[in-house]
């Protein structure tokens, strides 16, 4: 059999996109052989540090349903011996492929170009350092217009300035899709990806390259300029964010009138026109829908000195940053306006389920906003236990209220059989209680209270 030489893959960025896109990476073979050694590369921090342990004693920094990523890393780390982690930004100038899966997060909305200007510069570094013949993937939500000012025209600089042949060094844009959870791998290699390149010699690799990671016969690749790809993904979440937030001010009417909004919805979603119409929900949290609707504006703003107002994806945004304080009014009615002293739990703290990723969460607002006048105590099974963060709850009977935030699967095992005591409030705002779970809350006496129904 043909051996098949395997390429130096190296990931800038271990986090929650860029480790199951090595783990992904380090998993593909061609005719039973593995293709890729991969280098997972982090800063030198406190944070970036401890990722890089973990992964190389093949710990998971995080908790997720995913068995497979656990399973997968010690494969890569002990056994197959192709993925390990490193601070050495100088493994860059090996590597046949680099991919940057560095946040370009515009937190500073005082000075954005500040931000920005951190982010280009990091890249500036990392291609500095990109060797004759190499390709770079950047997988960063970012600015449209950011590959052409930028990227493109510093790798053109570094060719000339190098003597290295033209077109020597690939660049493909190729927005990152993962949704993390109990599919988190699955949702790598099995989903459709934009891809796009300067020139049709980076495409071409691109796609080639990504065509051993994804099954591109069930989800094929998808072409786009890189402009159209920058766009794409922050127009992708912009619509969601705003779906979000209209169904927001629906499930405020469908309150008023005592009504069930999750049965209308179902009857809408009968309609294939009308399947992606959203839920209602206790909140939008996450690293994408919670930034992506202002990048438009701010492209505009710092790229092409022009001004062009978005109202609806920033009034999605404000809609959605203020969705939590519906569930504080809920529970504040009930209790008269008067909480204070009251004993609150809260179920879940994450943005999502089935992950300990707590970014932006929408829980974090309500907690702030509670914990000024109760004790609250937390319980999430997918973070780490500390302080008033528990993983698990064994007295029920405790708690004044109980509210119900994130759809983690292993609530939904919770039994509530003569757990709760009669005068306890539940409140459901993600709609995250199955129906045996609703029914045992209310045999129990138990005033049950939702978002949306």
């Not at 783990?23 to 073979?29: D, F, N, P, Q, T």
């Not at 930004?89 to 492929?97: G, S, T």
């Not at 988190?184 to 990504?210: A, L």
Request: hydrophobic fraction near 40%; glycine fraction near 4%; include cysteine.
């Amino acid at each position: 059999m043909l051996k098949i030489k395997k390429k130096k893959v190296a990931i800038i960025g271990l986090g929650f996109v860029g480790l199951p896109l090595a783990l992904a990476i380090s998993s593909a073979k061609q005719r039973g052989r593995l293709l890729f050694d991969v280098i997972g590369i982090e800063q030198s921090n406190e944070d970036g540090l401890m990722k890089i342990n973990s992964i190389n004693e093949a710990k998971l920094f995080f908790k997720t349903e995913d068995k497979s990523l656990k399973k997968l890393l010690n494969h890569h780390v002990n056994v197959k011996k192709n993925f390990f982690a490193t601070d050495n930004l100088d493994y860059v100038e090996k590597a046949d492929v680099t991919i940057i899966t560095i946040s370009c997060h515009l937190v500073n909305k005082f000075n954005y170009k500040k931000d920005y200007k951190k982010y280009i510069d990091d890249v500036f570094k990392i291609i500095s350092r990109l060797k004759k013949n190499s390709n770079l993937i950047i997988e960063s939500t970012l600015l449209p217009g950011t590959i052409k000012k930028y990227f493109e025209k510093f790798i053109q600089n570094k060719i000339k300035n190098s003597k290295f042949k033209k077109n020597s060094i690939n660049l493909v844009y190729s927005y990152e899709r993962v949704m993390p959870g109990k599919n988190y791998i699955n949702s790598i290699t099995n989903n459709w990806r934009v891809v796009s390149g300067i020139n049709n010699k980076s495409f071409t690799f691109g796609k080639n390259f990504y065509s051993k990671i994804i099954d591109t016969k069930k989800y094929p690749i998808y072409r786009l300029t890189c402009a159209e790809a920058e766009v794409s993904k922050i127009l992708e979440n912009s619509y969601r964010a705003a779906n979000i937030a209209f169904i927001n001010e629906w499930q405020k009417l469908c309150k008023i009138l005592n009504i069930n909004l999750f049965n209308i919805i179902e009857a809408i979603k009968v309609r294939p026109t009308h399947n992606n119409i959203r839920y209602p929900g206790f909140g939008v949290g996450g690293y994408c829908l919670t930034k992506d609707p202002l990048y438009g504006k701010i492209a505009l703003q710092l790229l092409n000195k022009k001004k062009i107002k978005f109202p609806i994806s920033e009034l999605s945004m404000s809609i959605n940053k203020k969705m939590p304080l519906d569930t504080y009014e809920i529970l504040k009615n009930k209790f008269e306006r008067k909480i204070k002293g009251k004993k609150i739990l809260l179920m879940g703290y994450s943005y999502k389920e089935d992950v300990g990723d707590i970014r932006y969460s929408p829980s974090i607002t309500l907690f702030e906003k509670i914990t000024k006048e109760n004790k609250i105590t937390i319980c999430d099974p997918y973070l780490e236990k500390k302080g008033i963060i528990v993983n698990n709850i064994q007295n029920y009977k405790n708690f004044d209220a109980i509210i119900f935030l994130v759809r983690h699967s292993k609530f939904k095992k919770i039994s509530f059989r003569k757990k709760l005591r009669k005068k306890t409030i539940i409140i459901d705002s993600n709609n995250v209680l199955t129906l045996q779970q609703i029914n045992d809350i209310k045999a129990n006496s138990n005033e049950i209270l939702f978002i949306g129904k």
